[in-house]
């Protein structure tokens, strides 16, 4: 039955979990030990606690080495992101002694390489008692169990028991490579674009045929778009003469400054979505989200 007075149950020591991810990691009591920096007796008595803990065997002996059992791929399954969260949360509340924080972001990998990384000095500067640690997500952003603290999404609003802020909307623009308009021309009206290869990042697979249709045109040929999982491959294409791509102006303003991109016609925002930063209600009083909150909200003018 639930335990429902409040109270947690004993539970095995960090220094006896810790062992057991290193005789996991490298299946052996020795090397365990001399990676530990502990004695062969040490890690086998913190082993043996575990097993009696569990009242079952962790690991049996082979000829090879040793080899872990069920018992012990179940919780080898869960134990490391559980320990890595513990530590986050450790970390995290020390850090607010200084006023400080903790944040695990998750974001696409352009919108961290050509917008936010460029921008992390500035937000050191400005807090530099808060730690952002981003990790890569391509799809939808999920909070449950995986230790993150808040996303920067693209979309509209609909994302349960979350908060969210809107940060800028998105322009789009359409780039070619100089090296492309030497081959193939310039295309001389929007209407001339769709006898061109177009490029189209494959989470935005209307981009093309809305634009196209935001300014009264018909819709280009399947066939002339490529598709391309993230906007990085979408720009090295551009930027390499395979084609015309449609890309966030935000994303290719650098390129188009150095001139190795071509903006072909100005910039249109062609739909309501924009960017956001979101993170679950049972999230808003931490420290470090509230910190890097108010920075983004800060840095949301003069966005193209």
Known sequence: ??????????????????????????????????????????????????????????????????????????????????????????????????????????????????????????LQEAHPGLTVNLKIQLGRVDFGGTGLDAGIVFGRPGWPQCEHHRLFGETLVPVCSPGFIARHGRPTSMARLADFTLLNQTSRPDSWPNWFEAHGLAAPPKEKILDFELFSMAVEAAKAGLGIGLLPAMFVADEIQRQALVELFEPHQQS???????????????QGLISFRRWMLEQNANQR
């Open 1 to 122: 039955m639930p335990d429902n007075t409040g109270m947690r149950r004993n539970l095995p020591s960090l220094p006896a979990l810790h062992a057991f991810e290193m005789v996991y990691k490298l299946q052996s009591i020795s090397a365990a030990a001399n990676a530990l920096a502990l004695t062969q007796s040490a890690v086998s008595k913190k082993i043996q606690a575990l097993e009696s803990y569990f009242d079952q065997p962790l690991f049996e002996r082979r000829a090879n080495g040793l080899a872990p059992t069920a018992a012990a791929e179940l919780l080898w399954a869960r134990l490391p992101h559980a320990l890595d969260e513990l530590e986050g949360v450790m970390q995290e509340v020390l850090s607010s002694r200084d006023g400080g924080g903790v944040i695990n972001l998750a974001v696409f990998p352009t919108f961290a390489t050509k917008w936010l990384v460029p921008r992390l000095p500035l």
């Open 272 to 286: 309501d979505s924009a960017y956001y930063l979101i993170y679950p209600k049972r999230k808003a009083p931490l």
